[in-house]
């Protein structure tokens, strides 16, 4: 059986090494905050730089762990995906990172792990980035007829199709004939 | 243009037919759809169509302190509600960046709390997926053990299934009460596996509807994302309190079980005794914690752990306020919370489910820029097509009971 230790192949200092040599010059910045390592590639990279840190036999980072976006509405580039990848044989863990601008769109990764088709379709219904090449991309939490994307920062916590008035009361003569209650007398 | 969920349920030819299962259905564990394609009994596609459940808890926490937005975790997985508020804190200690100052006491509650939310995890999980194929009795003796569970919970916190346990910087004032240790240990002596041992585990009937059914290989359940029992039960010794150790994981002793065939009768008997390890992890951890009794089990920063109430407002009866630089920090504190400086970090701790991540973007003041849950039930359930496809209809609600889906989490 195979045994489950704490034990690290490198330390977060020798990854990012690592890494840099296998990508090279698609890394546009890298950090490691709080110990975990991050690199940020160019959105064009990220599909073969995913693949070439999946095939890599000295890292084998062989799960997708995790997809999911960020919106900076003020920069020019409004999009962020963070993807995290995890090795399970070498127990590591990185951050990758890429931009996007609005009506851009990123290369699926349906290709390469399974796991990427209901989390791209996760990002893609609640921020609105399309993928390139996925088999099946739909909205999956929200209704398939809904016209917004609720994680972006101009959406509103109560949304955009909240009645204003919706808590008013009859006082202020806002709601008149109201379906839902039925004449006292 | 119809899509794969919304097609017409008469299109069908002579040899297929199409069968919508839920989302109101006992089976599903909640409000799971799941519109499977049939060839005579057999499934040649399913869909799942998730969703109904979606609150947007994400958004939520991004409009509230952190402290506040803590509340959300017990509503994802609310089987095991503490589980989401320890994964919560942890995170937030680390992009806080005083993980490394936790007490000991603190991190041994937690532990001990921890453990409990998996214990009654996996007792809803083993009620409800004996009840779905017909092993009546199962739920009533998963029950009558998960009420002793929700007893301590309500003992420790003040609410059965909403808990809230701990705060950020250590425990908060859930310090644990008189006695609740005592009778922690003894569930955790008195819990036995045996009675569904004897009902499950060597039935005939048992086996036959959970062996060679829903398999999925351990090539497969990376590729899917899959962690927790249904990645064990595949054959993959991976377990994040032993790989990756919060807390103090790497101070007790315990064994992943893992399974080998990859069908629903391992990820049974994985989760089976991962229920052991629980109950001995929590008699390690009281030991420990009543070593450390009388020891701090907050944090002594005034950032973060707001002051002792007796401090706001007066520690007699007649004292009409306390100490003024205590209510004002008090005050600040609840109005503005914490605030971590810029960054972002993920951190991900082994729920009963698998890996419950959170990634929290933090701009450096008292709301979460951005928060996402990295809900294990859904990157499991994602991998349902794949395991039911070529079975039979019956067989479909075995393996949803076996990925062990909560679809508060599913859908967040």
């Known amino acids: 059986m195979i045994e489950v230790t704490s034990q690290q192949k490198y330390d977060p200092e020798e990854l990012l090494d690592k890494a840099s040599e296998i990508l090279g010059a698609a890394i546009t910045s890298s950090e490691i905050y709080r110990n975990d390592v991050v690199i940020e590639v160019p959105i064009d990279d990220l599909r073969s730089a995913m693949e070439r840190l999946r095939n890599d036999p000295d890292l084998d980072m062989a799960m997708l762990v995790d997809i999911t976006s960020v919106h900076w509405p003020d920069d020019e580039r ?52 399309t993928f390139d090449g996925h088999p099946d991309l739909r909205r999956i939490l929200m209704p398939e007829d809904y016209p917004w994307h609720p994680l972006r920062k101009e959406f509103p916590i109560e949304g955009p199709d909240f009645p204003i008035d919706a808590y008013q009361t009859d006082a202020h003569h806002k709601v008149e004939k109201d379906d839902f209650w039925d004449d006292p007398d | 243009m119809a899509t794969d969920t919304q097609r017409d349920l008469n299109d069908t030819t002579e040899r297929e037919m199409v069968l919508n299962l839920g989302p109101q259905h006992p089976s599903t564990h909640g409000v799971l759809r799941v519109l499977t394609e049939l060839s005579g009994e057999t499934i040649t596609k399913a869909t799942p169509d998730i969703g109904y459940l979606h609150r947007g808890v994400e958004k939520l926490i991004e409009s509230k302190l952190y402290a506040q937005g803590m509340t959300y975790t017990d509503r994802t997985d609310y089987t095991a509600a503490p589980a989401g508020n320890v994964g919560y804190i942890l995170a937030v200690e680390k992009l806080l960046g005083i993980e490394d100052q936790i007490p000991d006491r603190a991190h041994y509650l937690r532990m001990i709390v921890s453990e409990l ?77 045996d009675d569904f041992n004897i009902i499950l585990t060597e039935n005939e009937i048992w086996k036959v509807r959970t062996q060679g059914i829903g398999v999925i290989s351990a090539e497969d359940a990376i590729n899917y994302g899959m962690t927790g029992p249904c990645l064990r039960g595949s054959g993959v010794a991976w377990d994040l309190r032993k790989a990756r150790p919060y807390c103090r994981y790497d101070e007790v002793e315990f064994e992943v079980p893992v399974g080998e065939d990859g069908d629903v009768y391992s ?77 972002d970090c993920y ?31 859904f990157v499991n359930l994602a991998a349902l097509p794949q395991m039911v496809e ?20 599913v859908d967040r």
């Open chain 1, 78 to 129: 409004q999009f962020e995906l963070v993807y995290h990848l995890r090795s399970l044989s070498n127990n590591l863990i990185i951050g990758i990172k890429s931009r996007l601008g609005e009506g851009d769109s990123a290369p699926s990764l349906t290709p390469l792990w399974k796991a990427a088709n209901w989390q791209e379709r996760e990002v893609y219904d609640l921020m609105g980035i």
């Open chain 2, 390 to 409: 070529g079975n039979m209809i019956a067989d479909l609600v075995a393996t949803i009971g076996s990925i062990d889906i909560v679809l508060g989490e």
């Open chain 2, 267 to 343: 990820r049974f008997l994985v989760r089976l005794n991962e229920l052991y390890q629980s109950t001995s992890i929590i008699r390690q951890c009281v030991v420990r914690a009543r070593e450390l009794r009388g020891e701090p089990s907050n944090i002594v920063n005034a950032n973060v752990v707001p002051p002792e109430i007796e401090r706001v407002t007066g520690w007699e009866p007649s004292d009409v306020t306390g100490d003024m630089e205590a209510m004002i920090n008090h005050f600040k504190l609840w109005i503005e919370g914490y605030s971590p400086p810029k960054g």
């Open chain 2, 117 to 193: 939310a998996r214990i009654a995890g996996h007792l809803v999980w083993i009620g409800t997926h004996g009840l779905d194929l017909g092993a009546m009795s199962m739920f009533l003796y998963a029950f009558r053990e998960r009420e002793k569970v929700s007893g301590l919970f309500e003992e420790g916190s003040g609410a059965r299934l909403t808990t809230n346990f701990f705060r950020v910087g250590g425990t908060g004032r859930h310090e644990d009460p008189p006695g609740w240790l005592d009778h922690v240990e003894e569930f955790a002596n008195g819990f036995t596996i």
């Open chain 2, 347 to 377: 951190m991900a701790v082994e729920s009963p489910k698998g890996e419950l991540g959170f990634y929290f973007v933090s701009d450096g003041t008292g709301t979460p820029y951005r928060c996402h849950i990295r809900a294990p039930s």
